[in-house]
């Protein structure tokens, strides 16, 4: 792990880097992705069986696609109890956060208006999962329950099978969370049929869940053809850390993110440049005991970075600026930092709040926004389920007092019919 | 106006074309589009000004872009101080109204865990007003205020100006909504400029705000590198309408919508055949004596329709297969159906509530949904100009009691760091 102080040559620069970091390029892939878009469009089911078999190496018929009962029940049969019990603790514990996310819909008069929103849950919801060598059940979890939560009818789930079929902890995850129905398909063509709908897939209102770059290229091309979540990138983890801090918990959290993959970023910001040297250390000792060592040390040392700064202010400051994902206050009193941490997916406070905890079992959401999006993307919640409806209703005499200003403001626009529209009711 | 029963052949296929309607392909115009985006990315305020003397006509150097102090005072001269007045008023309604939408930080404790979640505004907003004939100060207000509410720090406008330099309305509008600076760009140029920054103009977070289909594409493109708003397309209106409904007054509100530009959709379903055809033949007289007769003309022609159905309760369901933009109530008891309405950007209740009321001056935001996609987009709001994070914090003893199953889950995913991260808590 690299460590860098404020007096360096070279930290703004490095600083400048991670700040400007994973801005994902999607423009080389989109004709590839609109050619299946428009395929399966047109084409339906026929088209998205054709791309499964060519990128997925699956033949299947139709009838096939969908998971059957007897598939889920087997998946139960595959997995370990405790397993099964672990994820269902889980899901209770996310319900139950995610339920205080609810907003109702609200309404108040003021003089003869009545005005205010009504708070809708979306009809049908497409949920990506990917398939590969990692599987994510905990993100199946994260993406299903807040959409039962705010009350969605039908949450639909696809996943790429591969050979040896859909991994069975996805299966119970989705049973567990609710999911209405299970698509054995994967890709650009999954993301397409959910979003235009085929004989076989219903269309749905929103899709929501992580993918690769093709996924996530298809998900930004069908946006306003469906509503879509944030766009997801590599796992992050700032720690702000002062001499209270433990090395050795920090570098284990840090592991924790750079063990994702690769690509997964980890940063330390501190004004102790003892702490960050016992950091790099502890990073440096550890890295060397996990099951998945090289993907975690390539992780590292691609991409960790120890900031050593003036002070814990500019801690802060460093941390606002880079906007991670996660966020870990490794401080005597991180509660004291709240108020003036500004851009971040999630916090962790204090040395008893590991990521992985939030990760898992705490409650709120993991699906966070990454690559510096934390500025203007929020964690995932039930208010991606929802959607809001304004409610306008006037009495005559409340329109009678609103109707000079009303006609001036039609008439500046050039806007004749709006304003007779009003003048229309006192004639 | 096109007058269709259920009973009538082709009423199924009718109402599927209007479920249909307006989705926009992007496709077309996304290659030309990526370029100006890379464009603008690399060479910045050259590139911005390259492009607007090619697309606008308007030659300027980076000093000129900024609209001064001295040309928004003098804006004020060119109005009448009663239309300063109207729009006055109107930001303050659309302020009073959406201060109700604010929604704070909040925590809670069970056991030894702290969850809760951060509402934080975001830093840096870019609000895009188109040029042409058409100037809509008052979308000026519903874009900028609602940004104002949450907090947002800094709010940047782009419109692009022609020979005649900016309409005084929107320079008005955009000082009483307390925008903090204007730049006289249009086009993709200005919403690349926004999304990635130049030297004149800082990196806003999200762009909000309407345009032609080159601006929308540019927004969809750059979705990830900033936030943005919803798709915005052609205005449309539904009224449900019972017997007691005023046809003259549905053909005024009908008509309000068809003047917007000939590519507005306005529809009416009703259970009574006799409204439909006294609301088309009121539609027929009163187009003639608008200012803007050959548009809401052409607007009627092509696409309005009414729809006469079994009942009102099939009236309701048709209502929300369309998911209107705008749907009008017009019936005895408007506030009995509310429940009922699932799809629709705003809904306003009443006879004495006519669109145009909601347009400008009831407070409630009149940037909405169109084209079906109130099934998953929203009204803009508050919401649009937060942001959440999650917050965690675990106590020793809470961390203990969720360690196995988190460690469980660790596994399952084959994370071995995630779950040592949290064990090293306890060496």
Redesign the interface.
Known sequence: MKVIAYSDRGFKAALEKVVQRG??D??AV?PAV?TIL?AVERGGDRAVLRYAKKFDRVSLTPDAMRVTPEEIKEAYYKIRK??G???R??AQRIA??HE??R?KT?M?Q?QG??????V?P??VVGLYVPGGK?????TVLMAAIPAKVAGVRRVTMCTPSGQAGINP?LLVAADIAGVDEIYRVGGVQAVAAMAYGTKTIAKV??IVGPGNIYV?TAK??L?????ID??AGPSELLVLADESANP??VA??L??E???DEHAKVYLVTPSRKMADNVARAVQA?VK????TAI?AKAISRHAVAFVVESMERAIDVANEIAAEHLSVATER??DY?ER?????????????????????????HV??TGG???????L?V?DY???????????E??QR?K???V???H???????????E??FL
Chains 1, 2 share one sequence.
């Open positions: 801005r994902q999607t423009g989109e609109r428009k405790e397993d019990d672990a994820l603790l889980a139950t956060f205080r996310q907003t609200w108040y003021e208006a009545t005005l205010g929103q009504a809708l979306l009809d990692a599987v994510y059940p905990s902890y209102d929103k996530a930004k091309l946006y306003g053809v469906v509503g944030m766009m050795s918990h284990a959290d592991l924790c750079a063990e994702h550890q005991q996990l099951s998945r975690a991180p509660f709240l941490i500004r851009h971040a997916g999630a916090l962790f406070l204090g040395r008893y709040t590991p990521p992985a905890v939030a990760d898992y079992i705490a409650g709120p959401n966070l926004p999006t934390a500025r203007f993307f929020s964690a919640s208010n929802v959607k809001i409806s304004n409610i306008v209703s006037f009495t005559k409340e329109l609103v000079d200003p009303l001036r403001l039609a500046i626009e050039g806007f004749d019919a709006h304003a007779k529209s009003a229309s009711r």
